[in-house]
C-alpha cells in the first residue's frame, strides 16, 4: 500500500483561486525555409487551468497535442499570443532563462523513463537538483523524501535496471516532484506498461492530486483520462470541448467564477 503523500510541498492551499497555467490567443505556426506557412499547429488557444486541477489533453494525430504541450511545459514558445506560468509571462525569455523556469515550475513524467542507468535510484532524482546547484546535503535529502512519496523509499541505492517498469516510472515521477514543482505534467505515462501496473502508477497520480498536486496528463486513452476531473479535446489546433468528468466537482473550470 502506497504510504501518504504527507510531505509534498509543492500545493500548500489547495483552495487558493488562481491560475496555475493560463494561454492567451494562442498560435504556433511553423514555417518552411521561404517564410511560407508549413502547418498552423495550434489556432488561437485560450485555457485556464487552475492550481490543484487534474486535467487530460486528448486529440487524435495532428489536433494540436504534443505542440501544446510542449508550449506549456515551456519546451517551445508560441508564435503569438501570451502564456502565464504560475503568474508570470514566459513570452521573450531566453533558452537560458526558460530552462531555468521549466526546471523550477515544472516536473515532467514521459512514456520513455528516461533514467540514466549508470546512476543509482536516488542519484536519478538528485538530477534536477544538480542542475539547479542545490547543496549534496540537501539534493540527497530531498531525494529521499520524494522516493519515500513514490513508495520506494528501500531502493535508493539500485540500479534502474534491477527494478520493474512500473518502479522504474515511480523513480521518474519522484524525479519529477524533488524541485517541487507548481505543475506535474506526464505524457502518456502508463504506455510501456502492463494494464495492473499501469493502474498502480495510476492511482499514485491520483493520490498526488488528492495531496494537492496540479496534474496536467497528456493521453489517447479515455480510461487514462477517466482518472482526471477535465478532460480538453483537441482537434485540428483548436480547442474542440473543455469538459468536467464526473469525478471534477472540486475546482472551478476555465472561465467560472
Known amino acids: 500500500m502506497l504510504q501518504e503523500m504527507t510531505t509534498l510541498q509543492t500545493q500548500p492551499d489547495r483552495a487558493i483561486s488562481t491560475p496555475a497555467v493560463e494561454l492567451r490567443g494562442v498560435h504556433k505556426t511553423y514555417f518552411k525555409p521561404?517564410?511560407?506557412?508549413?502547418?498552423?499547429?495550434?489556432?488561437?488557444?485560450?485555457?485556464?487551468?487552475?492550481?490543484?486541477?487534474?486535467?487530460?489533453?486528448?486529440?487524435?494525430?495532428?489536433?494540436?497535442?504534443?505542440?501544446?504541450?510542449?508550449?506549456?511545459?515551456?519546451?517551445?514558445?508560441?508564435?503569438?499570443?501570451?502564456?502565464?506560468?504560475?503568474?508570470?509571462?514566459?513570452?521573450?525569455?531566453?533558452?537560458?532563462?526558460?530552462?531555468?523556469?521549466?526546471?523550477?515550475?515544472?516536473?515532467?513524467?514521459?512514456?520513455?523513463?528516461?533514467?540514466?542507468?549508470?546512476?543509482?535510484?536516488?542519484?536519478n532524482v538528485e538530477v534536477p537538483l544538480f542542475y539547479q546547484s542545490t547543496p549534496a546535503k540537501e539534493r540527497r535529502r530531498r531525494a529521499v523524501e520524494a522516493l519515500e512519496q513514490v513508495g520506494l523509499g528501500e531502493r535508493l541505492g539500485h540500479r534502474p535496471r534491477e527494478l520493474s517498469g512500473g518502479q522504474q516510472q515511480r523513480v521518474a515521477i519522484a524525479r519529477a516532484l524533488v524541485t517541487r514543482p507548481v505543475i506535474l505534467m506526464a505524457d502518456e505515462p502508463t504506455g510501456n506498461l502492463d494494464s495492473t501496473t499501469g493502474a498502480s502508477v495510476l492511482a499514485l497520480f491520483d493520490s498526488l492530486h488528492k495531496a494537492g498536486l496540479t496534474i496536467i496528463m497528456v493521453t489517447h486513452e479515455d480510461n487514462i483520462a477517466e482518472h482526471c476531473h477535465r478532460i480538453v479535446r483537441l482537434r485540428d489546433g483548436r480547442i474542440e470541448s473543455d469538459e468536467r468528468t464526473t469525478r471534477g466537482d472540486r475546482t472551478p473550470a476555465a472561465g467560472d467564477p
Open 34 to 123: 521561404d517564410g511560407s506557412v508549413m502547418v498552423e499547429a495550434v489556432r488561437g488557444v485560450d485555457l485556464r487551468i487552475m492550481r490543484g486541477e487534474y486535467v487530460a489533453i486528448m486529440g487524435a494525430s495532428g489536433s494540436g497535442k504534443s505542440t501544446m504541450m510542449n508550449i506549456l511545459g515551456c519546451l517551445d514558445q508560441p508564435t503569438k499570443g501570451e502564456y502565464i506560468l504560475d503568474g508570470l509571462d514566459a513570452r521573450g525569455m531566453d533558452d537560458e532563462s526558460l530552462s531555468r523556469f521549466r526546471g523550477e515550475k515544472i516536473g515532467f513524467v514521459f512514456q520513455a523513463f528516461n533514467l540514466i542507468p549508470q546512476l543509482t535510484v536516488e542519484e
